[in-house]
Nanobody, 121 residues
Framework: QVQLVESGGGLVQAGGSLRLSCAAS????????MGWYRQAPGKQRELVAT??????NYADSVKGRFTISGDKAKNTVYLQMNSLTPEDTAVYYC????????????????WGQGTQVTVSS
């Protein structure tokens, strides 16, 4: 099956930056969308950013600070996070949506294991 491997999480001071990466491997054919979600303690999982043929989409809380990019040839999605604040502290999950084969047009959702981002004051 498809496996998503994330990297780049860690501990940073407020105002600092981090760059998250997530690479997909396994029985994949193509992806129609890639993105990032996050979940903070005591809160629901929320959309952070997505990228697809329709462009990019960002949560209001991260607009102007975060930038999502992708390399479809390498099945990799990135999230550049700048001007981080303690409110950005959460587990970040990468997300892919795509086809498993050339024959079937059915798309499936895939999730990474999550990587911890902690921002100190």
């Amino acid at each position: 099956q498809v496996q998503l491997v994330e990297s780049g999480g860690g501990l940073v001071q407020a105002g600092g930056s981090l760059r998250l990466s997530c690479a997909a491997s396994g029985s994949i054919f193509s992806f129609s969308a890639m993105g990032w979600y996050r979940q903070a303690p005591g809160k629901q999982r929320e959309l952070v950013a997505t990228i697809s043929s329709g462009g990019t989409n960002y949560a209001d809380s991260v607009k102007g600070r975060f930038t999502i990019s992708g390399d479809k040839a390498k099945n990799t999605v990135y999230l550049q996070m700048n001007s981080l604040t303690p409110e950005d502290t959460a587990v970040y999950y990468c997300y892919f949506r795509g086809r498993r084969s050339y024959i079937s047009r059915i798309e499936y959702d895939y999730w990474g294991q999550g990587t911890q981002v902690t921002v100190s004051s």
